[in-house]
């Protein structure tokens, strides 16, 4: 009795220990003839629930900047996970209005000068198209992904995620030119998922 329990405290915090986490990589491929990949604009590689629920995870430590700086947003585009707050400091040394139309995440941070920062919460997944009330020609995009697990593809196609706890995901895609995609993926734990995506004639999103 004495040597189970010794072999079960050996092995407790093996059997209380969480799966390794697996890796998703593969390569975003375009099947419209004639059109590269880099003429689409950016392509979000993402991993969303199986079952059209929502996944459980920690929201990253870092919270994303874009800056407004010579009368542009830098970045452009940003990707985000649905609950992240975005900081928007104003670089410029001029007033600046930053706001958004798009439908749940609008909102409007109002005029505010050089040196003063605003933030926003971004609370649902889809596209957030920015703007400024003062200089129409200012203009960007965040697309708010609905997990932390997501990859924006290279110029070749190329796309990794790590980091995935083990389980059963949607694998699926956002190009604003482009029908979206889906799959079904499984992540094995401490293992490694290539994949190859197709964009454009023959995709689906079921």
């Not at 199986?50 to 459980?56: A, F, Q, V, W």
């Not at 003063?116 to 919460?121: G, I, L, M, N, Y």
Request: aromatic share 8%; proline share 9%; charged share 20%.
């Amino acid at each position: 009795m004495r040597q189970r329990r010794a072999w079960l405290a050996l092995l407790l915090p093996f059997l209380l220990a969480p799966a390794a986490p697996g890796t998703l990589r593969g390569v975003v491929k375009l099947g419209v003839e004639g059109v590269d990949l880099a003429g689409v604009g950016p392509v979000v590689v993402y991993l969303d629930a199986p079952d059209g629920g929502r996944l459980e995870f920690t929201l990253p430590a870092r919270r994303p900047r874009i800056v407004q700086k010579d009368a542009r947003f830098a970045p452009g585009f940003l990707v985000v996970t649905a609950g992240q707050t975005v900081e928007m400091p104003n670089e410029d040394g001029i007033f600046h209005n930053v706001f958004s139309y798009s439908r749940p995440n609008e909102f409007d941070l109002g005029l505010y000068p050089s040196g003063e920062s605003r933030r926003v919460t971004l609370r649902h997944p889809g596209l957030v198209r920015l703007y400024c009330s003062i200089h129409e020609s200012m203009n960007g995009a965040v697309y708010v992904a609905p997990s932390p697990w997501y990859a924006l593809a290279g110029a070749g196609g190329r796309f990794e995620i790590r980091g995935v706890p083990p389980g059963r995901y949607r694998l699926r895609t956002w190009a604003e030119r482009l029908p979206a995609t889906s799959r079904a993926v499984t992540i094995e734990a401490g293992a490694a998922l290539e994949v190859t995506i197709e964009l454009g004639a023959g995709s689906s999103a079921p």
